[in-house]
């Protein structure tokens, strides 16, 4: 059974960062008006990052993972065209039968476009429209191949077949390539949960009995002003050592979001409940 992925549209995008702002500016509001400039705002301010951050991770992560699945399902459908043609259906009338079949995010696609020829829209524009819904890179850069295929008539099959093997190749780099960052991943990951050790160690041991000490030119009157420092510190770097894991792995910053709010949500919690 193929796993059914969601699409997301542009305008859902949108509205998702708008309500993500909206509800972060209300929480930061309420909690100002609440508890003004004290320490308590700390956690209203943490809170409002999670919901701005949080729906718009969720909505690029699903995003990343539909656009995953279409490329996955590239090969397949090449093959399908291969054997359609081989024998003796047109390329239009290849595509309208591998829209019957199931090709993941892809099926819904081919039926639209399907539906489209079917409308009286030419070849080439209902391709063109299904290349611009879709997106990924590598349907951008096939879907002009197939149109030039289709154009040059003869034995298209000889330009699907290498087509489906160059996609297939181009994601096994993609993979090969994860693997290979995946390591330095797990060093940003390794560097923040370091930092926190240090961190509750110096306060389980050396900041205990300590009142007017000066960090990094800033007086502190007690170790609380020092853990709300020390907060901060680990709130911005764990949002970005997260888009930097997500640079790495998944060539995107904002891939980074998921590993951002993974981290902050260790980094508060390290520093809320064991210290």
């Not at 993972?65 to 397949?76: A, F, G, N, Q, T």
């Not at 459908?77 to 591998?98: C, W």
Request: hydrophobic share 50%.
């Amino acid at each position: 059974m193929v796993e059914k992925m969601p699409k997301i549209e542009s305008r859902t995008k949108k509205i998702v960062v708008v309500m993500s702002v909206l509800l972060a500016v209300a929480i930061f509001s309420f909690g100002f008006f609440t508890v003004g400039f004290t320490t308590a705002l700390d956690d209203f301010v943490f809170f409002g990052l999670l919901a701005l951050i949080s729906p718009i991770a969720i909505v690029n992560y699903a995003d990343y993972r539909w656009r995953k699945s279409v490329d996955e399902h590239l090969p397949d459908l090449f093959r399908s065209i291969v054997q359609a043609q081989e024998i003796g259906m047109t390329l239009p009338k290849a595509l309208e039968d591998a829209a019957e079949r199931d090709y993941g995010p892809l099926t819904p696609e081919l039926k639209k476009m399907t539906v489209q020829i079917s409308w009286g829209a030419s070849f080439e524009e209902a391709l063109l429209a299904f290349g611009r819904r879709v997106g990924t890179v590598l349907t951008l850069r096939t879907v002009p191949m197939i149109i030039e295929a289709s154009r040059s008539g003869g034995s298209v099959e000889k330009v699907f077949d290498p087509m489906g093997k160059f996609v297939q190749t181009t994601l096994l780099l993609e993979k090969e390539r994860k693997t290979q960052t995946r390591p330095y991943i797990a060093i940003i990951y390794v560097a923040l949960f370091v930092f926190l050790f240090t961190i509750v160690i110096l306060f389980k041991t050396f900041f205990t009995d300590m009142e007017g000490v000066a960090l990094f030119s800033m007086p502190t009157s007690s170790p609380a002003d020092l853990q709300r420092i020390f907060l901060h510190l680990t709130l911005v770097q764990g949002f970005f050592s997260g888009l930097v894991a997500g640079k790495m792995g998944e060539g995107s910053i904002s891939a980074g979001l998921k590993h951002s709010l993974v981290m902050m949500l260790l980094g508060f919690v390290a520093l809320r409940f064991f210290l």
